[in-house]
């Protein structure tokens, strides 16, 4: 994925990106929003729509502005409903490998994304769209969700990295039921599987997801990403290689200024003041 789709506008002092399928926005606390914005098509996921989301993310990970990174998708309706089923109807068979390659690629860039990644749930998410919300490191999803993998209901399969998170989040029992069935299932029995990790009224997502975002850009930056980094190569790796990591990477913070601060800044009873080394 090196070329954008988008436009690049260049503003008098910013390289800004003006996107075709996304609405990006980043506030005073260093929280960045990315809105997949097709609502017609409930912001279901071509080509176009996955490249933008790549250089989006890309983007608000380099960005010294950005601490915590919200997905989200336009309107009142749906999160994501899915990789594009009218751009897949008629590939071949190696195109489709390479679609899957490229939403697998996608999603893998968010999953290791050294900043936490928070999917804000607001309706539909199904297929690539929970597969999306399985890639990112929160999930916060409002009653009434409906949340599933229908691709069996197509004659396909999960292809963006689905069949191998599912069952890593809640296990190889609810994975089977939920990709055989195709069913979709409410956001209160996916919070009740582990598979979202708060469920909150619609009318307060928002608020809740940011209230969540706003804890985490409170906590060392580079702990989190740390953290983030063992937690992956545990899920690679067995219990004893990844133990090995995580003493490694435990020593390793000792070497970051953050860490002295906050053990300090404990001890003397004050509030610690990152500064992301
Ligand atoms: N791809 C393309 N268009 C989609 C879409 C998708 N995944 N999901 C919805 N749309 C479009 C519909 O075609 C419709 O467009 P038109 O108005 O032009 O007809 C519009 O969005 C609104 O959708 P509905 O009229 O169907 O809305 P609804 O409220 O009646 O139903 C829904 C909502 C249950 C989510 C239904 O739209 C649906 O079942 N969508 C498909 C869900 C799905 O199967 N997703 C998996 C896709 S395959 C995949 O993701 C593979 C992979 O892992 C890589």
Redesign the pocket.
Same mark, same amino acid.
């Given at each position: 994925m090196n070329d954008s789709s988008s436009d690049v506008v260049l503003d008098d002092d910013a390289l800004v990106l003006d996107w075709q399928h996304l609405l990006t926005d980043v506030d005073e606390s260093g929280i960045a929003t990315i809105t997949i914005n097709r609502p017609?098509? &409930?912001n279901?996921?071509?080509s176009e729509v996955l490249e933008e989301l790549n250089d989006a993310l890309v983007e608000a990970a380099m960005s010294d502005d950005v601490k915590v990174i919200i997905i989200t998708g336009a309107g009142d309706?749906?999160f994501v409903?899915?990789?594009?089923?009218?751009?897949?109807a008629d590939m071949t068979p190696v195109e489709a490998r390479d679609?899957?390659l490229t939403?697998q690629g996608v999603f893998a860039n968010i999953e290791s994304c050294p900043k936490p990644v928070i999917a804000m749930i607001n309706g539909?998410a199904?297929?690539?769209?929970l597969?999306l919300a399985m890639a990112c490191h929160i999930r916060v999803a409002c009653e009434g969700a409906?949340l599933g993998?229908?691709?069996t209901?197509?004659a &396909?399969?999960?292809?963006?990295g689905?069949t191998q998170r599912l069952m890593r989040i809640v296990g190889t029992g609810v994975a089977r039921e939920w990709i055989l069935t195709a069913d979709?299932f409410d956001a209160s029995e996916a919070h009740r599987v582990g598979l979202v990790n708060r469920l909150v009224p619609a009318d307060e997502l928002l608020e809740a997801t940011m209230k969540l975002a706003k804890t985490l850009c409170k906590r060392g930056p580079v702990a989190m990403e740390t953290a983030l980094d063992c937690i992956r190569r545990g899920l690679e790796g067995g219990q004893t290689q990844g133990e090995n990591t995580e003493a490694d990477a435990f020593g390793i913070l000792f070497t970051s200024e953050d860490s002295r601060e906050g053990m300090h800044a404990f001890l003397e009873k004050r509030k610690p003041a990152y500064k992301g080394c």
């Open positions: 017609k098509a &409930l279901a996921l071509n309706k749906s409903a899915g990789a594009d089923i009218g751009e897949m679609h899957a939403g539909f199904l297929g690539g769209g597969e409906k993998l229908p691709e209901g197509l &396909l399969i999960p292809g963006f689905g979709m």
